[in-house]
């Protein structure tokens, strides 16, 4: 079972650079790498997947080393409204596996 | 139109009783999942169906009885409800199931979720 560990807050002002790590040592040959951001009061909500190297879409990117012992999220110039926690998500078979996730504080 | 929805949003009972959760997506999915999200914001998945069948089925109390009528529909029910049963329950749905069905993994769309409080 893949376990998932991040840090547990972040802090960044508006317009700069957010990088959130999640480490996954004993991930396994088959398993996604997956990050969803949840709000206060509503269900998670999906982000990015990847498998490894680079993916990038309209609102952040993952980058997975070689190893994929770890997966870095890259949020571009957030705003107040990325304030949020971040979780990192192993699909290892049939388990599910959820980080406890990182508390991003967004600063005016 | 909500892709993925729950009853009741907030539920409030007395210790002991027996409580349902419903939920119902409309994206034509074919599994759906139950997560149990604790105080300190820890996400955990419960169940998950395929097709009406159960592929998953992680150490819950067998107090725990999901019920899928129809692969649109993942109910949960509860028996003897507990203190420690106190969390916020999200339903969530996605194409296919996870790894290990010969398919890449899929996203998975979450419902608005419903804070359970056990008095």
């Known amino acids: 079972l893949a376990k998932t560990t991040q840090p547990i807050s972040m802090d960044s002002y508006e317009g700069q650079e957010v990088n959130i790590t999640c480490s996954h040592n004993n991930i396994a040959t088959n398993d996604y790498i997956t990050w969803y951001q949840q709000f206060p009061s509503q269900g998670p909500r999906f982000i990015i997947q990847g498998y490894k190297t680079k993916v990038t879409n309209e609102v952040a990117s993952l980058f997975i080393p070689a190893d994929r012992k770890s997966s870095t999220l890259s949020l571009p110039r957030v705003s107040l409204s990325d304030t949020a926690v971040y979780y990192c998500l192993i699909n290892a078979g049939n388990m599910l596996t959820f980080g406890g996730g990182t508390r991003l504080m967004v600063k005016p | 139109d909500t892709a993925v929805s729950q009853t009741p949003k907030y539920l409030v009972t007395q210790m002991g009783n027996d409580k349902s959760i419903k939920c119902e997506q409309n994206?034509?999915?074919?599994?759906m999942y139950w997560y149990k999200q604790d105080s300190k914001k820890f996400l955990k998945i419960m169940f998950s169906?395929?097709?009406?069948?159960?592929?998953i089925n992680e150490t819950v109390p067998n107090r725990f009885s999901p019920k899928s009528p129809d692969k649109a529909h993942l109910n949960l029910h509860i028996n003897s409800l507990e203190l420690g049963d106190s969390a916020v329950y999200f339903c969530?749905?996605?194409?296919?199931?996870?790894?290990?069905?010969?398919?890449?993994?899929?996203?998975?769309?979450f419902g608005p979720g419903t804070r359970l409080t056990v008095l």
């Open positions: 994206l034509g999915h074919d599994t």
């Open positions: 969530a749905s996605s194409p296919m199931p996870g790894q290990g069905y010969g398919g890449s993994y899929n996203e998975q769309f």
């Open positions: 169906y395929n097709n009406k069948e159960l592929i």
